[in-house]
């Protein structure tokens, strides 16, 4: 039987580390097996991963940036030349390359498929920079998201509480729910954790505290940066293990001290997680936020705010605790917890990796996914 013709639309793709490219380059594999895939991307700069079997075309960036992220300038032309070619549309932004899809496909009367990675009202207004701008942005994404996702055929969103979401913004569109999974066989526990802090050239004595993730705004590593440097005069074996980059003055702002690593790349974030003893996620804004799922299954407690659907699979005192957003005094307290006892947070590692295991598994995804298209084609 002849593959059907997939597009794939993104505004986030490698080199660019992040959630949705994450999700892309593990489910692009999978779905090329059962359709020829294009991709629509930005040409980041950095090393390119290929796909076999998979045609990638990438859109230069324009001079627009926002906070650590700039957009691609899209050509209309080769847009509407890759619509016309393919069965479905598959979207996963409504930045630049996503909206002149959907629009160009629904002129086109193809069917349309969006996975919702973000709450665009919510993650523009804090990645932005711009205080004073913040209800206005607000107002626009949203006016902008509606009248874009209303012309869909499917919003994949990740869980109940994303889909209760939209439909209270008036996305009137109908909505699947396909919780995203991660690999727990690749993200596993360390056999040995001093090994895993030798092989990064940290003393296996220190207690590591991690963050993965783009420096971006809306990730608010200003509040964890505050509440290590209240806990470090606490307890003088701390390291803080941050991987990702993005916004310069966050940069510079981990720079400032010596007992604070950041990686700025890396094409194996397992084995920075199987250093870490702790993983905060102190985000504003998330829909599921994979890297909490990953550091949940490399067998880690989590402290985290209380955003997107964590609050579905993130069960206070048993695999993690919850703060309150921008408070790192809250942040310290919960942190200080786990650091007094070990034995605690073995136990809520182990419950996290259990949770990751029985609830989150990528293989059923993938299958959710293929159902989707399936469904609309």
Not at 75 to 96: C, L, M, Y
Not at 257 to 274: A, D, F
Request: net charge positive.
């Amino acid at each position: 039987m002849k593959k059907k013709n997939l597009l794939i639309a993104t505004d986030c793709f490698l080199p660019r580390w992040d959630g949705v490219a994450r999700f892309l380059s593990e489910i692009i594999p999978q779905l090329s097996k059962d359709y020829n895939i294009t991709v629509l991307a930005p040409k980041f700069e950095g090393e390119i991963r290929g796909f076999p079997d998979v045609k990638i075309i990438r859109f230069k960036l324009g001079f627009i940036k926002m906070g650590d992220y700039r957009a691609a300038f899209p050509d209309k032309q080769i847009i509407k030349k890759e619509v016309s070619k393919a069965n479905i549309i598959f979207t996963q932004t409504i930045g630049p390359i996503g909206k002149a899809t959907i629009e160009v496909a629904k002129k086109r009367r193809k069917p349309i498929i969006a996975y919702i990675h973000s709450i665009e009202w919510e993650l523009v207004p804090h990645s932005s920079g711009f205080a004073i701008l913040k209800s206005v942005l607000n107002k626009v994404t949203l006016i902008i998201a509606r009248r874009l996702y209303s012309k869909c055929r499917l919003l994949l969103v990740p869980s109940l509480e994303i889909s209760e979401l939209l439909s209270w913004q008036r996305i009137k569109t109908e909505k699947k729910i396909v919780p995203l999974g991660t690999n727990t066989e690749i993200f596993c526990p360390p056999e040995s954790k001093d090994k895993a802090k030798k092989l990064l050239n940290i003393n296996p004595k220190k207690t590591v505290i991690g963050f993965t993730g783009r420096l971006g705004r809306e990730k608010d590593i200003p509040t964890l940066y505050r509440a290590f440097i209240r806990l470090e005069k606490k307890f003088p074996n701390l390291i803080l293990l941050v991987i990702g980059k993005g916004v310069i003055e966050i940069k510079l702002m981990l720079s400032r001290r010596s007992n604070i690593i950041n990686v700025e790349y890396t094409n194996n974030i397992k084995r920075y997680l199987q250093a870490m003893d702790i993983y905060v996620l102190p985000s504003l804004t998330e829909t599921t936020s994979i890297s909490t799922l990953e550091a949940m299954s490399t067998g880690l407690p989590v402290v985290v705010t209380r955003v997107g659907s964590l609050p579905s699979y993130i069960r206070n005192n048993y695999n993690g605790f919850f703060f309150q957003k921008k408070q790192p005094y809250f942040l310290e307290k919960k942190l200080s917890i786990l650091l007094k006892n070990p034995e605690l947070r073995k136990k809520m590692g182990e419950n996290a990796r259990k949770t990751v295991v029985e609830n989150f598994s990528w293989s059923k995804t993938v299958k959710d996914i293929k159902a989707a298209i399936e469904s609309v084609l």
